[in-house]
């Protein structure tokens, strides 16, 4: 039995190793979006392919990689020797999140005895296919993609495999620079090998087994504590991802059960032609990092994590797809909308649990399904050809949280974002092309009582290149991410391009080889996550800042949040009055209740929470601040609200249903989805269930 101080002092030793590994990437690679934004990690895992402990500010590819070494020790676990290098980048065949997301892998010894991996992984620019960057919105098989390679050796103990570096030099657009690239994993993968084996001679190989182990064990057994804190039931939530005029929809039901979380995304619409099909292994991967502040919070981001819940997906769903189906982005539309609407569902299941510590985070969705992918290539500044990503297109920004506003330009308010954006002067010096502002976006998006963060907006021209091509991949076209609590939904991402000095001309999503001439202007407006809470509840003097700020039209603080600027009581007349209006304007409830001593005698009790600003009180749901009885067991809640029904601004196909309170008027939900969809979520903890039976 490994001793507590000496697991302490191992597992900081491993994760500082782990991070001189990100970081000897980050200073030994070529391209901007590894060696400037940090687009990279190294992680440590067990011999038999358990993540251990991640370095680099990339977690969504420290358990990714769990997937490539236990192909590898399939295909040639018999003759792993020191001195191997692993290379494997098929979503299909042990790779990563995607072709581009290349995993180098290195075996760690200890004599003959085989006793941890290391795995270094970054974006490359380019990994062949149809088009420059690799994202090809025209494939719709994956054998129109990138060049896919299975586990392969780099290197046989220690000795370069020539004949596999030219197959990869001859497939890949500008070779020079991906092979440093490359070969900057190597290096950081070396640099946490050789300290990993130190430790292990250290500490002797038989306790470092141990350790590792036992770090893992007793991380899975603190999550399952905190998980049993959750209110048993199932919480349900829907989204929908988005390809240009088709919709794919992303159910999920999170069942609570124990110790244990089942996140079942059955009946999610089948595999598409596209190439953001998704993997159950990536999505364990984005789920697992997004539950880590939730219920790890201060502990090791390890194996044990990772065993306190279930993925289920079918076969052959968008969510599980199987070859021929193209897969060059499992991680992106519809990866990022199952973790958002797993983590949507938590969030329910958090709000019904009075003696859950997480109810401190609760907050809505990530927002990264909002991202818009831009590539470009073309002519380089030096004559050469060349390529990049746009990371400005990847800067949303989260929703916001229960009792705070969302983060600017980053994804998630629970834990930490991803990149650091690349400085305007190095892109200027690297690519032809001009900024001229990249700031906050503005507007009233995502408002609410704590309004989302504020995405990037970005203004750049074609400057040094005759012609370049340009290619668009996002999802939030037309369908924004859901608020929570009343709160409004998110913008969604806009591109357009002026060119000769004419009006911005609106960019359709999903399209190759758009072509720009040296002259013309892009201009990318990324979406954000949803507001919490009722916007009319906003903080006067907030809302007024934004105003004073430039960041909010006055005529959208007066519509919006009930804001006269600089008159504190005509707004508090205004917000009245906006509250009359939803009442007069809505639908009635479709099985109002109106208090009597018979429900009285059926609400007997202390409340319980069962959704943010909906209290469980006996076999009665009641609106907390107005006591207005909404429902009775097992009914949803929503049955008592009066309803509004409008038009997302992004679409007619889109219907935004807005949950009243009966008596004050006040948001309690606004639900996002295609026109005539039902309602996108569901809160049914056991309790609130077992009532109807009493």
Not at 28 to 52: F, H, K, R
Not at 55 to 75: D, E, L, M, W
Not at 231 to 244: D, H, I, L, V
């Amino acid at each position: 039995m490994v001793d507590p101080i000496t697991l302490e002092v191992l597992r900081c030793k491993l994760e500082a190793v782990a991070g001189d590994g990100s970081r000897t990437i980050i200073r030994t690679a070529i391209s901007p979006l590894v060696a400037e934004a940090g687009d990279c990690s190294c992680t440590i895992y067990s011999p038999d392919g358990e993540l251990v402990v991640g370095g680099g500010a990339v977690q969504i590819h420290f358990h990714v990689g769990c997937n490539g070494i236990k192909a590898i020790r399939q295909r040639h676990g018999e003759t792993l020797a020191p001195g191997d290098i692993f290379f494997v980048n098929d979503p299909y065949n042990g790779g990563g999140l995607h072709a581009q997301d290349i995993f180098i892998h290195m075996p760690v010894f200890d004599g003959h005895q085989l006793v941890a991996w290391v795995g270094a992984s970054a974006h490359m620019m380019d990994m062949g296919g149809m088009v420059p960057g690799s994202f090809s919105t025209a494939a719709t098989e994956a054998y129109q993609e990138a060049l896919r390679l299975p586990p392969v050796r780099l290197s046989r103990a220690g000795v370069e495999q020539d004949d596999v570096w030219n197959i990869l030099r001859n497939n890949i657009r500008m070779a020079t620079t991906i092979e440093m690239d490359m070969r900057s994993l190597i290096s950081g993968a070396n640099v946490t090998r050789s300290e990993v084996e130190r430790i292990v001679a250290d500490y002797g190989a038989g306790e470092f087994s141990e350790a590792i182990s036992e770090l893992s064990r007793l991380t899975e057994e603190e999550v399952r504590r905190r998980i049993s804190e959750l209110e048993p039931g199932t919480y349900r939530a829907t989204s929908w991802a988005e390809w240009s005029e088709e919709i794919y929809r992303i159910p999920c039901e999170l069942t609570v059960e124990q110790d244990r979380l089942i996140f079942d995304f059955s009946g999610a619409s089948p595999q598409s032609t596209h190439f953001f099909n998704s993997k159950p292994y990536v999505l364990t991967s984005l789920i697992g990092v997004q539950l880590a502040p939730y219920l790890a919070k201060g502990l090791p981001l390890n194996e044990g994590l990772f065993r306190s819940f279930e993925i289920r997906c079918d076969p052959g769903s968008v969510l599980d797809a199987q070859l021929p189906a193209p897969i060059g982005g499992p991680h992106l539309g519809v990866g990022q909308t199952a973790m958002e609407v797993a983590l949507r569902a938590l969030n329910l299941a958090i709000a019904a649990s009075p003696d859950s510590k997480s109810r401190a985070n609760m907050a809505g969705p990530s927002s990264a399904s909002s991202l818009a992918v831009v590539t470009l290539s073309g002519q380089g500044l030096d004559g050469n050809p060349i390529g990049w990503l746009m990371t400005e297109g990847a800067l949303t920004a989260a929703s916001a949280g229960h009792d705070r506003d969302g983060l600017q330009t980053t994804y998630q308010l629970v834990g930490s974002g991803i990149l650091e954006i690349v400085d305007v002067e190095v892109l200027e010096s690297w690519y032809p092309i001009r900024f001229h502002s990249r700031e906050l976006r503005k507007g009233a998006i995502g408002a609410g009582t704590f309004c989302a963060g504020r995405p990037m907006s970005a203004r750049f021209t074609v400057d040094g290149a005759s012609e370049l091509s340009m290619g668009i991949t996002s999802n939030r076209e037309t369908i924004p991410i859901a608020g929570v609590n009343g709160g409004l939904p998110g913008a969604t991402s806009k591109l357009s391009v002026e060119r000769a000095g004419s009006a911005p001309d609106p960019l359709d999503f999903n399209h190759d080889a758009i072509r720009l001439l040296e002259g013309d202007t892009v201009n990318i407006d990324v979406g954000n996550g949803g507001g919490w809470g009722d916007p009319l509840r906003r903080d006067f003097a907030l809302v007024t800042d934004e105003v004073e700020r430039g960041l909010l039209p006055e005529d959208e603080a007066r519509r919006v949040f009930g804001v006269v600027p600089g008159d504190s009581d005509a707004s508090d007349k205004l917000r009245e009055r906006l509250r009359l209006e939803r009442l007069a304007e809505a639908e009635p409830a479709p099985r109002p209740l109106e208090w009597n001593d018979r429900l009285r005698g059926m609400a007997e009790g202390a409340g319980l929470p069962l959704s943010p600003e909906v209290d469980q009180k006996g076999s009665v749901a009641v609106a907390s601040r107005s006591g207005a009885a909404l429902a009775i067991s097992p009914a949803p809640w929503t049955d008592g609200c009066p309803r509004l029904r409008h038009s997302s601004d992004a679409s007619k196909r889109v219907d935004l249903i807005l949950y009243l309170d009966p008596k004050t008027g006040d948001y309690l939900a606004v639900d996002v989805a295609p026109a005539g969809e039902p309602c996108s979520f569901a809160v049914r903890p056991q309790r609130w269930l077992a009532e109807a039976q009493s």
